[in-house]
């Protein structure tokens, strides 16, 4: 059995398998198929069409930069949220102090004029 150049011969045979030598005939010119590959033609390009593709890179840049731009927008907006959110909170740790401070000077008040009504009494 002989195509194209390899020659493949039976070995042994066996109840797991069968085994073959394959045997290579030597590279030659002629056992190349000679088929022509085709050049690649190189398309020139005119004044005009450089142009466009010019135009079309700059506009393809200037739509990633908007979008980029766009996005560096998003980002700041979400981060002005956070940090008014972080002032109203301050704000509101602000107002909380300012009750506690009032309630335990209303109590310590409210302790003096009970310790002085007791020291009357005795």
């Keep these: 059995m002989a195509s194209s150049g390899i020659q493949v011969k039976e070995r042994e045979k066996h109840a797991s398998g069968q085994a073959f030598e394959l045997i290579l005939r ?9 088929f ?3 050049t690649p033609k190189k398309k020139h390009l005119s ?4 142009q466009k593709k010019l135009e079309a890179a ?3 840049r200037k739509s990633h930069e908007a979008q980029v731009l766009k996005q560096l927008a998003e ?5 002005k949220e956070v940090f008014q959110k972080a002032t109203k ?7 909380a102090e300012e009750k506690l401070t009032d309630r335990m000077e209303a109590n310590k ?3 003096e004029a009970q310790m002085a009504a007791k020291l009357e009494s005795l």
């Design 26 to 34: 030597p590279w030659s010119k002629e056992s190349v198929p000679n």
């Design 36 to 38: 022509p590959l085709p």
């Design 47 to 50: 004044l005009e069409e450089i």
């Design 58 to 60: 700059e506009e393809s």
């Design 75 to 79: 980002k700041r907006e979400g981060e």
């Design 89 to 95: 909170e301050n704000n509101f740790s602000e107002i």
């Design 109 to 111: 008040e409210n302790w």
